[in-house]
């Protein structure tokens, strides 16, 4: 299984930006589709962007077009921006394959907006 460990995360005002990485052990991870995940207090985990193998992505409604997902297979790292964040941005934010999970999920990396 693949192990992941995310970073990058903190408190940032609503407008702000951040930048997200995800650092993966093992040489599988060039073999998968990978995905950016979050959960909010008191809410499930949901998917938010998807970076397939051929480089297609796909985002939630909630976040087109001010996040934008990409890896780098030679460092094993997959890479959220982050842009224009807002209030509801506000969660833990995980990676992992997708669709289907490659490896337990990470300890993830908080993302608060706030003023």
């Known amino acids: 299984q693949v192990q992941f460990v995310e970073s990058g995360g903190g408190l940032v005002q609503p407008g702000g930006s951040l930048r997200l990485s995800c650092a993966a052990s093992g040489s599988a991870f060039g073999r998968y589709p990978m995905g950016w995940y979050r959960q909010a207090p008191g809410k499930s985990r949901d998917w938010v962007a998807i970076?397939?193998?051929?480089?297609?992505?796909n985002y939630a409604d909630s976040v087109r077009g001010r996040f934008t997902i990409s890896r780098d297979n030679a460092k094993n790292t997959v890479y959220l921006q982050m842009n224009s964040l807002k209030h509801d941005d506000t969660a833990v934010y995980y990676c992992n394959g997708w669709p289907g999970l490659i490896g337990a999920w990470g300890q993830g990396t908080q993302v608060t907006v706030s003023s």
């Open positions: 970076l397939s193998l051929s480089g297609s992505t």
